[in-house]
């Protein structure tokens, strides 16, 4: 498909595609997965270090980047890209998330949002238009629009009136952003748990006409089924020629649920965070590289993964630098974790253009089983 930023469905099997998403940066392969780098840094990873794992795109944030450095400085430093030295495409959340999780004594209105910085108290107000003219200055390749993140648990009511609320503010988003080949806005979609507002608001943002649509207000608290659920009421009601992303999600199993879904695109702090607490993903489930048994281990992470990690340092080591709270431990695994994301999104991509997904969700869900084998 044409237009600002081209989306093509190049291969379908059941519900899941593998997509060409077209940036001024560069193209993503999709399904993928977006390491996030918050604060215009990958925690524990250089740049390069984060292309090399296989990244596309990683994900930035309005909210933080706002406050500290600052939208206007990094404009005058010559954008994100330049600033983080980060080559590839860029994608930022517009702060809806983080003013809900951080943001202190904050007030919200038609306006849009009133708080207080969690860094030092300041008082700030961010709107639907601000939110949009920040991420300009940064020069992301994907904006995306401010919108409220629901609490959860909610009533019913109460989602209708927050819904409905970001529903307006992202037509002022629309209305606020410009658009430029390469660039572009996404909707989200919001409703909380329940399936006829999450399908009202999919089809008020088609109305309204984005360049792709995320599904917001998850992974929060309602547990992987109800997750799957929202998504499995959304997805139909959204537009087939534009990219789907879930945001905030997931670990490994939850990817491969939303990709045979037809999700497109990821974001989670999940793999950075559990890099720098000692834990590591593998094909045989999750390991904690704190455990006694991993001390005198000579084997790798994962006997089967690519990365310079594993093919250069044993589980004894990484134990060690763990136990030790070394910052090597931290870059290692992060380094790891993330190369295993991007693996596991490659062969999804692999498994949807022979038609094979279905056999490779088999195999992925038969080896977690298995679960982490100690050394004999």
Not at 142 to 162: F, G, H, K, N, R
Not at 282 to 291: D, E, M
């Amino acid at each position: 498909m044409s237009g600002p930023l081209p989306f093509t469905v190049v291969a379908e099997d059941g519900g899941a595609r593998r997509g060409r998403l077209e940036t001024a940066h560069g193209v993503v392969e999709t399904p993928a997965f977006m390491p996030v780098g918050t604060a215009a840094t990958v925690k524990a990873m250089r740049p390069e270090d984060v292309a090399a794992t296989g990244a596309q795109i990683i994900l930035g944030n309005t909210y933080h980047l706002m406050l500290r450095p600052t939208a206007e400085r990094i404009a005058e430093l010559g954008g994100l890209h330049r600033f983080m030295n980060w080559p590839a495409a860029i994608l930022t959340d517009s702060g809806g998330f983080q003013v809900m999780s951080l943001a202190k004594l904050r007030t919200i209105d038609e306006h849009g949002v009133t708080f207080r910085s969690h860094l030092d108290g300041t008082l700030h107000s961010l709107t639907p238009e601000h939110a949009i003219e920040i991420q300009y200055l940064l020069g992301a390749d994907i904006s995306m629009v401010l919108d409220e993140c629901t609490e959860y648990p909610a009533s019913p009511e109460q989602a209708l009136v927050s819904m409905e609320r970001s529903m307006r503010w992202a037509e002022r988003c629309r209305a606020a952003f410009k658009p430029r080949p390469g660039h572009g806005l996404f909707g989200i979609v919001q409703g909380s748990v329940f399936p006829v507002q999450r399908m009202h608001s999919a089809e008020s943002l088609i109305d309204i006409g984005f360049d792709g649509y995320a599904i917001g207000g998850l992974a929060i608290g309602e547990g992987r089924e109800t997750m799957f659920m929202v998504v499995d009421a959304t997805v139909p009601a959204l537009a087939e020629h534009a990219p789907r992303y879930l945001m905030g999600v997931g670990k490994p199993d939850d990817l491969v649920g939303a990709v045979q879904r037809g999700i497109d695109l990821f974001d989670c702090v999940i793999p950075t965070r559990s890099g720098r607490t000692a834990q590591a993903f593998t094909r045989r489930g999750t390991v904690n590289l704190r455990n006694a048994r991993h001390g005198g281990d000579p084997r790798p992470l994962d006997p089967d993964c690519r990365c310079p990690v594993c093919s250069s340092f044993s589980r004894a080591y990484l134990h060690h630098l763990a136990r030790a709270g070394e910052i090597l431990s931290a870059m290692l695994l992060t380094q790891h974790n993330l190369s295993y994301y991007a693996e596991l999104m490659a062969a999804m991509r692999d498994a949807i253009s022979r038609r094979a997904l279905d056999d490779f969700v088999d195999a992925f869900a038969a080896e977690q089983r298995q679960g982490d084998m100690p050394v004999l």
